[in-house]
């Protein structure tokens, strides 16, 4: 899974960069939000340290706010940005579940925050890590395309409707998946990939023309 959602990723940031007209290139990068969304489920029940688990994602996302900004011309929260706060709600739907109503008025604060602010998928990455961390594998696909659906209306986002592949392929072929994952990952690249694609992405963008930092100096001040 590791190394599908990274090399989609990667296909996904070069098509929007050099050929945002191609749209091939931006349907096999759908792939890549989700299997990271779900990544960071795994994590959350995986890790031994939550907390040290949330310090490592926010200091990564930290590293990554300048490279995506400069790769994309965006005044946003980068993706891995967002994943902290679904992250971070996860962990607090965990501890004030016993709370009655409070895990609800949470992860309605999350959604509103995230889509109120500057945040990377904004709501949409926040219900989808929801419906990975809550429901049933038998749910996960047609929730999964209702949320897109949902935000083609809202949105107008219809490439996205692809996005609901990765999870058909971690429902129904889990078996494909884990074949995939024979081809290791190192820790360290799978950390670090992220910021470091960001800023070579962003390095050969500006030195082949495309936007630089001063058209994005511009779109700040």
Excluded at 6 to 30: K, N, Q, S, V
Excluded at 134 to 152: D, E
């Amino acid at each position: 899974m590791q190394f599908v959602a990274m090399l989609t990723m990667l296909i996904d940031h070069i098509g929007l960069i050099w050929f945002p007209e191609e749209t091939a290139w931006r349907i096999i990068g759908r792939l890549a939000m989700p299997l990271y969304a779900y990544a960071i489920v795994l994590g959350y029940f995986r890790t031994s340290n939550i907390n040290r688990y949330l310090a490592r994602i926010a200091v990564l996302a930290l590293i990554s706010q300048l490279p995506y900004q400069f790769a994309f011309h965006l005044i946003e929260v980068n993706t891995v940005g967002s994943l902290f706060m679904c992250l971070l709600l996860l962990r607090l739907l965990d501890k004030y579940k016993e709370k009655r109503a409070v895990p609800y008025l949470i992860a309605a604060a999350f959604v509103v925050l995230l889509e109120a602010l500057p945040f990377s998928y904004g709501a949409y990455l926040v219900l989808l890590v929801l419906i990975y961390r809550y429901a049933g594998s038998q749910w996960m696909t047609p929730l999964h395309f209702i949320l897109n659906v949902a935000s083609v209306f809202a949105k107008g986002w219809l490439l996205q409707i692809f996005s609901v592949f990765a999870t058909v392929l971690l429902v129904y072929a889990p078996d494909f998946m884990r074949s995939i994952d024979r081809i290791r990952v190192p820790r360290i690249v799978w950390r670090s990939f992220y910021p470091l694609h960001l800023a070579i992405l962003a390095v050969v963008s500006f030195y082949t023309g495309n936007l630089g930092f001063l058209d994005l100096l511009d779109r700040v001040y």
